[in-house]
């Protein structure tokens, strides 16, 4: 029942920054981002509690790249700095009620996803 739509993606060079955002038609207790290169597996970025703010970040963003919600929107955010050409990937949200999926590994995700949003960073 829950809908995801991403938006922020774009083209950038390296060193920039962009905010992604995604909305929820619904309220929903973990959201995270994950991204998939071509030719490459998807791997998790970032996670968030909705309503604890308890995040998670992936080694390779930490530092640089920070989650964030908007509870009486049900949207997340994922701002992203000091981007790198190996950021470059489709970004995609999702969305579950089991908080363990997006903390622990293999970091499932939840049950709904978006269709994703595009982010390439030139060198």
């Known amino acids: 029942q829950v809908q995801l739509v991403e938006s922020g993606g774009g083209l950038v060079q390296a060193g920039g920054s962009l905010r992604l955002s995604c909305a929820a038609s619904?309220?929903?207790?973990?959201m995270g981002w994950y991204r998939q290169a071509p030719g490459k597996e998807r791997e998790f970025v970032a996670s968030i509690i909705t309503q604890s703010g308890s995040t998670k970040y992936a080694d390779s963003v930490k530092g640089r790249f920070t989650i964030t919600r908007d509870d009486a929107k049900n949207t997340v955010y994922l701002q992203m700095g000091s981007l790198k050409p190996e950021d470059t990937a489709v970004y995609y949200c999702?969305?579950?009620?089991?908080?363990?999926?997006?903390?622990?590994?293999?970091?499932?995700?939840?049950?709904?996803w978006g269709p994703g949003t595009q982010v390439t960073v030139s060198s």
């Open positions: 619904g309220s929903i207790n973990a």
């Open positions: 999702s969305a579950g009620d089991i908080a363990a999926a997006f903390f622990f590994p293999p970091y499932m995700g939840g049950d709904y």
